[in-house]
């Protein structure tokens, strides 16, 4: 699902990624773990090319984002979900049109739309809400639409970037587990964290970056 070879990237003075090689097999759970500035956020964005290597190659679901033209960047994230700390809703929408606005860029049929919105909610435990705007939900419910979004396309790659950096346990802990249950569903999930205790609790595979580097990959690891 993805292969990162030989990976730089240098801003100005500073290099925040350097040499890093990693695989990532279809269906895996990863978090990727390390103090801020280790380069978690940037390697991400490299992922959605948000960001482009200063050297060497990126491969997502068999497509090299180096030779991607720029036109099809945005075919490219929509072959994955992506969920940020500040969940990203448009908060005059209520929850179902948060949803289904990606699905209407695309031309979808309404009907179709319908049964991918509800289908999402459901997995996400909202379906009651889908008339609610997001001022109308606590934070753990507002990243619950997000990950609703970020699924609502099927998309067998879902990347989150401090997906529990707002909430507090309770909240975090139910995150983590919608994660690993779309993650049982076929979807590879990586997970950039602080969260120590969500590491510790779910045990899956640990990747740790320091100044930029893998210092650590673990298979059923723990934070530290």
Not at 38 to 58: D, F, H, I, Q
Not at 145 to 153: D, E, F, G, L, P
Request: hydrophobic letters at 40%; a positive charge.
């Amino acid at each position: 699902m993805i292969k990162i070879k030989d990976l730089y990237k240098q801003y100005k003075n500073k290099l925040a990624l350097c040499n890093i090689n990693l695989h990532i097999k279809p269906g895996e759970f990863v978090f990727l773990t390390g103090t801020s500035g280790a380069g978690k956020s940037t390697l991400m964005k490299m992922l959605y090319m948000e960001e482009t290597p200063t050297r060497g190659s990126v491969i997502v679901g068999g497509i090299d984002t180096a030779k991607l033209d720029p036109n099809k960047i945005p075919s490219l994230r929509r072959c994955m979900g992506i969920v940020f700390q500040d969940y990203k809703l448009l908060q005059n929408h209520n929850v179902y049109d948060n949803i289904a606005y990606v699905l209407r860029t695309q031309g979808i049929a309404s009907r179709e739309i319908e049964a991918r919105v509800v289908g999402a909610l459901r997995v996400v435990g909202l379906y009651d809400k889908m008339k609610s705007k997001p001022s109308e939900l606590s934070g753990g419910e507002q990243q619950r639409v997000s990950i609703a979004r970020a699924i609502v396309n099927g998309p067998p790659l879902l990347i989150a970037d401090e997906p529990t950096g707002n909430l507090d346990p309770n909240n975090s802990m139910e995150i983590m587990q919608i994660l690993e249950q779309v993650n049982q569903r076929g979807i590879t999930i990586l997970v950039a964290t602080h969260d120590r205790a969500m590491v510790n609790y779910f045990r899956k595979r640990v990747i740790t970056l320091d100044a930029g580097q893998i210092v650590r990959d673990v298979e059923a690891g723990t934070y530290d």
